[in-house]
């Protein structure tokens, strides 16, 4: 067998059990029915698994199918529209949970491999490359979504929630979108964020965040600017877009800048800058290091609480 073909087979076989169909259900007349599926994967060995908001939102009964067959009543501990993110807990114990990888050790062209049930094809496999990092994107509800992870895995409805994996088998991302009508445009949350607002899902049953208002992309610095600057980074966001009425655009910051740093820590990663973006930031003076035509500049901006 080929060395891609083994990388993809071993690496599918170490998360296989914790992938999971999750099945919105719908009473009618005096039967459950099916409204909606979509993917999800065990994170826990007592039961707690992550999946999109979008698939589980405003589910009167939630039912989750494991890779045995087998089908469990879930409860939803929490989720949060603007990561699209969702934490669901089955009662059934001992699994064998998926392993978390770190998102930010990601590099453009690696491979990545998306597992799911697409159009109720239970545990489909899908292979492509990372594409993009740090990608901002509107979700269908109209929220910027940060920290997004471009790749050219092919993902379709159902595939929304699954595990994104590297050929260590560790999840990098959760699958959760795909442009209308483009061709080999899916994008994942990363796992580091994912991680912080399931820990927060599971202690408050909410998520509170301070908010900037940028659209960004995760670039690498040329070594020429970086040693013009003395520059600790060897990425940084680029921005390319301001909304209008935001703290950043209150703030003097441009489309075309490029963010370097936070309060005079290094931002090389939007997982990074979403780290940073914790409740006690809000209306509270904070500080971006910006790159803008070649000269550092600082702007002062006050972030307000993402509703």
């Known amino acids: 067998m080929d060395a891609y073909s083994s990388l993809i087979i ?18 009618q007349k005096e039967k459950q029915v ?37 089908t469990h009543a879930a409860t939803l501990i929490g989720e949060d529209r603007d990561t699209d993110i969702a934490v669901l807990k089955i009662a059934a114990a001992n699994f064998q949970p998926a392993r978390l990888g770190d998102s930010e050790s990601l590099k453009i062209g690696q491979l990545v491999i998306a597992i799911g049930n697409p ?23 109209g ?3 940060d920290s997004m992870i471009q790749t050219d895995a092919a993902l379709n409805p159902g595939n ?3 595990p994104l994996i590297n050929t260590e088998g560790e999840v990098v991302g959760v699958n959760t979108a795909t442009i209308k009508g483009a061709q080999g445009l899916c994008f994942a949350i990363s796992i ?23 659209i960004m992309q995760q670039i690498d610095l040329v070594p020429k600017l970086r040693s013009f600057h003395a520059l600790a980074n060897k990425q940084a966001l680029f921005i390319s ?9 209150k703030g003097g910051v441009l489309s075309g800048d490029i963010l370097i740093s936070f309060n005079d820590q290094a931002v090389e990663t939007s997982d ?20 803008r035509n070649n000269y550092k500049a600082e702007f002062r901006v006050t972030p307000v609480q993402k509703n």
């Open 192 to 214: 580091n964020t994912a991680k912080d607002i399931a820990g927060q899902l599971i202690r408050f049953g909410k998520v509170k965040r301070a908010y900037l208002g940028l």
């Open 160 to 162: 929304s929630g699954g």
């Open 119 to 141: 159009l109720g094809f239970q545990h489909t496999v899908t292979a492509g490359v990372v594409s993009a990092l740090g990608r901002t994107l509107e979700s269908q509800t």
């Open 241 to 249: 877009e301001v909304q209008t009425g935001s703290p950043a655009e």
């Open 10 to 27: 071993n690496a599918v076989e170490q998360i296989k059990t914790a992938v999971v169909k999750v099945e919105v259900l719908q009473q």
């Open 34 to 70: 099916i409204a909606g599926t979509g993917s999800g994967f065990i994170f826990s060995s007592d039961g707690y698994l992550v999946t999109n908001s979008h698939v589980v939102n405003k589910a009167p009964l939630i039912q989750i199918k494991l890779h045995d067959g087998s």
């Open 143 to 145: 929220r910027q979504m």
């Open 272 to 291: 990074a800058l979403f780290r940073m973006l914790t409740e006690d930031k809000i209306g509270q003076f904070q500080y971006l290091g910006v790159l």
